[in-house]
């Protein structure tokens, strides 16, 4: 695996101080954050560390200063600038990380998410930014996506943290058993082991402690993607 360092050190970015500045002000943790905002905690220390580009959505400034007591307009003007700078300095990434694959063909780096979406986009270039760490070294499916996995629901065989790549798939290649990104029709999205049984989709964590779900037809359920391979995290 290549490292990638995302960061210019030329440039400089103020959301992120701003937002742990007014944060360890009050005396939140990221976590505290972010279960008040409903934001994931790996957003916030994404965006607190200069990993991802900033919220281009207004309602989500507003959620965050509904909770740290600051002026969401004026902390929108502030991502927005930063905005411009991530992403200048994101083509530069992506131009240099840009390689040819077995075809002679350029392959783009496969971004990293910080959530699972909705559906598999066209292109990697598709996936909504705000969601998106850093990148990763190029793979052989463009369409490919790794998501940080969050909390111990399929522990031991992923751990927070770990880099899960998901390639895209068609239902009727998914086996029971097998590992896969999976979302409804009511905006649901999970990572867990799937069974079908019937016109019923079970989805199974490998710890123990979370439930069983079971979505049936009229939850609309759709496979996103399956679990191909995971980077342990360090």
């Not at 400089?12 to 976590?31: D, F, N, P, V, Y």
């Not at 760490?133 to 190029?138: D, G, I, T, V």
């Not at 799937?194 to 123990?208: P, W």
Request: glycine share 6%; aromatic share 6%; net charge positive.
């Amino acid at each position: 695996m290549t490292n990638i360092n995302t960061k210019n050190k030329t440039r400089k970015m103020q959301l992120g101080k701003k937002i742990k500045a007014l944060r360890e002000g009050l005396g939140l943790s990221q976590t505290d954050l972010a279960n008040k905002t409903g934001l994931h905690r790996s957003q916030l220390s994404s965006l607190e560390n200069e990993n991802m580009s900033p919220f281009q959505d207004f309602t989500k400034y507003k959620l965050l200063c509904n909770i740290l007591k600051a002026d969401p307009h004026k902390l929108w003007e502030i991502g927005q600038k930063d905005r411009q700078e991530w992403k200048a300095k994101e083509y530069l990434v992506k131009a240099n990380l840009l390689k040819p694959d077995i075809a002679g063909k350029l392959s783009p780096p496969i971004p990293i998410l910080s959530e699972i979406p909705s559906s598999m986009p066209e292109t990697c270039r598709d996936f909504p930014p705000e969601i998106i760490e850093a990148f990763h070294e190029p793979f052989r499916d463009p369409n490919s996506f790794f998501y940080r996995a969050e909390g111990d629901s399929m522990d031991p065989e992923i751990k927070e943290g770990d880099l899960v790549l998901i390639c895209p798939v068609s239902a009727d290649k998914v086996k029971n058993g097998d590992i896969v990104a999976i979302a409804n029709g009511k905006g649901a999205r999970q990572l867990r082991r799937v069974t079908f049984n019937g016109r019923q989709t079970i989805l199974t964590a490998d710890n123990l402690a979370y439930p069983v779900i079971v979505w049936t037809e009229q939850d609309k359920p759709k496979i996103i993607g399956r679990v191909k391979e995971i980077i342990r995290s360090r």
